[in-house]
């Protein structure tokens, strides 16, 4: 085994007698834009915006709305981005984006239309297809520009090199990862996210909370990564009640939009653990939308974890206003207000269903291995029958 190889698993491992000798990679947008009307000035962001060649991803919403970007006269706007996209849905995509052959791609929406606008934007030039991509730094160059634009505050794909969609042949989350993906603009506009309802708000503000705090106590947590990470945490624990109490609250959403942000900062180098795990069969399965699977999942996967990591859990809980002492009643609690339906047995997951799934998420290594606590699958199946 070379040194450099030794380097990698001993990183994997985080087997480093102090995370700030653990190595790490952090690649994210050479440009953000960032405040409230900021999605309206693409004109005077771009070079040659009106010769330019514009394929806009988007989903049904934002499809309607795609005129508020103001596009020059050669658009395509795709606009059946599907909640948890799939490999059809990327295919339509793919082949309308060959047929148009775009100068620049654009995802506007949430994750979902962000993840198939950066496969778009790495595959229309070329003649792969997403099977040869799958994994990691498999994509070619780019040869098109790639901006994304949230509408959620959520996934912070907007600022990631990764896109998951859906194989429907193995159900299962497939993610691509390059750096190629990651967008030469990430266009953060608060405003865009004031029409979400109080359930997306709340939903997709877990999300961006779990990438905060499964970054945050993961095996392989980085200095560099904890201070966005407790950042947002903050974030979330100051705005999301706000947000979801009132949408139209404008510096709520600018917080959980920077919320979204630090957690897609964090997402790349450390990526998530145990929580993302356990909740990507809900989405898979069930077609459970991706925020409202993680918050099921969170006050089990908090709590469970709690003992791996008490000072960190402890920081956790104070930027919440989580009760310590009662940390898993109280995170529920926190979640259950927001409006968040806690039960799988009300998301139409059959309980016969539950030990396959313990399986296939005992089998989601690349997210498991850096949990900081070991999870079995009997530790998955007794958290899956508590969340039932
Ligand atoms: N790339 C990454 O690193 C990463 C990280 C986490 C999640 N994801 C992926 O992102 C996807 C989930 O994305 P999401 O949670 O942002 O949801 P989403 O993109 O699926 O959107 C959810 C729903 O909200 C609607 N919507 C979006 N913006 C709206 C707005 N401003 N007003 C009203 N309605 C609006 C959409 O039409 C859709 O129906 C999943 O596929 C997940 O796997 C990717
Ligand atoms: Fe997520």
Redesign the pocket.
């Known amino acids: 085994m070379s040194s450099a190889d030794t380097a990698s698993t001993t990183a994997a491992s985080g087997a480093f007698s102090s995370p700030l000798l653990r190595p790490l990679s952090f690649v994210q947008p050479p440009r953000i834009e960032f405040g409230s009307g900021k999605a309206r000035l693409l004109a005077e962001l771009i070079p040659d915006w009106p010769e330019r060649r514009v394929l806009v991803v988007a989903?049904?919403?934002?499809a309607g709305r795609a005129d508020l970007l103001g596009l020059p006269r050669q658009n395509l706007v795709f606009p059946e981005a599907k909640?948890?996209?799939d490999l059809p849905n990327l295919a339509r995509l793919l082949d309308q984006a060959r047929g148009f052959a775009p100068d620049l791609v654009i995802g506007f929406?949430?994750?979902?239309?962000?993840?198939l606008a950066k496969l778009a934007a790495v595959l229309v030039g070329s003649a792969k297809e997403f099977h040869a991509i799958a994994g990691v730094d498999k994509a070619d160059p780019r040869t098109v520009g790639l901006i994304a634009i949230p509408?959620?505050s959520?996934?912070?794909?907007e600022v990631?090199a990764?896109?998951?969609v859906t194989d429907p042949a193995s159900r299962s989350?497939v993610a691509a990862e390059s750096r190629h993906m990651v967008a030469d603009m990430a266009i953060v506009d608060p405003d865009?996210?004031v029409?979400?309802?109080p359930a997306?708000t709340a939903a997709?503000g877990i999300?961006a909370l779990a990438h905060c705090v499964e970054a945050f106590t993961s095996r392989r947590a980085h200095p560099l990564l904890d201070i966005y990470a407790q950042k947002g945490i903050e974030l979330v624990g100051q705005y999301l009640a706000r947000a979801v109490a009132d949408g139209a609250d404008v510096e709520a959403r600018a917080g959980l939009a920077m919320a979204a942000l630090y957690g897609?900062f964090c997402?790349g180098p450390v990526n998530t653990t145990a929580g993302h795990a356990l909740s990507y069969p809900l989405?898979t399965r069930y077609g459970i939308?991706?925020?409202l699977a993680n918050a099921v999942i969170f006050p089990h996967a908090l709590a469970f974890n709690a003992p791996a990591q008490p000072e960190k859990t402890a920081i956790i809980a104070e930027l919440m206003g989580f009760d310590g002492n009662r940390l898993f009643d109280s995170a529920y609690r926190y979640c259950a207000e927001l409006g968040i339906e806690m039960h799988m047995s009300k998301l139409g997951v059959p309980p016969d269903d539950l030990p396959s799934m313990a399986a296939e998420a005992l089998g989601i290594r690349r997210l498991l291995d850096f949990n900081p606590r070991d999870m079995t699958g009997s530790d998955i199946l007794e958290i899956y029958r508590a969340a039932w």
Do not use: Q, W, Y
């Not at 929406?109 to 993840?115: K, L, P, R």
């Open positions: 989903d049904a919403f934002n909640p948890e996209p929406g949430g994750g979902s239309a962000m993840d509408t959620t959520g996934t912070g794909s990631g990764r896109a998951l989350k865009l996210t029409s979400l309802p997306v997709t999300d897609g997402l989405g939308a991706h925020g």
